[in-house]
């Protein structure tokens, strides 16, 4: 249904080698579950110029490292107007087509990353988008409550 080969997003990206119709079942997001605690040892972002994103929160208790035993799910870029979406089911992640996705197009969601309270221009720039969307708000963190979106051209 799909391979991975460059992204023109970011590194390497998921393609659908076929047409994949609106609500199909893609992939489950998998790799080692550990608590949020670990995840925070694991990966102090403070550290890192450019965090690597593998980490999905299943709950507060529970965080998939798709580092560690990941599958190709990992390789799915964020985009601000995504043709994926990530849903729980019975703690699992699994990616879902959001609309009809083209054969050669690249697979995306939206990661809307947490914010941890600090919304500086620093933050953003380590977590910047480069989807390229009409819509793009220029970050893979979640809009900020009350923000509309940034435009690009």
Known sequence: ????????????????????????????????????????RRYADDTSEHPHVL???VDKHTVIDAAVGGNEARFIN???????????EKKRIFIY???????????TYDYNLTRDGRDDEETEKR??????????RGTML?????????ITE
């Open 55 to 57: 980490l999905f929160v």
């Open 78 to 88: 964020h985009s601000c107007e995504p043709n994926c979406k990530a849903f729980t």
């Open 1 to 40: 249904m799909f391979e991975i080969r460059s992204s023109s997003i970011h590194g390497l990206g998921v393609f659908a080698t076929r047409r994949i119709r609106t609500g199909t079942r893609i992939i489950e997001y998998i790799g080692e579950r550990i608590t949020s605690e670990e995840a925070d």
């Open 142 to 150: 979640a809009p900020r409550k009350g923000r509309k979106r940034k």
């Open 97 to 107: 087509s959001m609309k009809t996705i083209a054969e050669g197009e690249e697979l």
């Open 127 to 136: 977590y910047a988008c480069h989807c390229r969307a009409k819509t793009c």
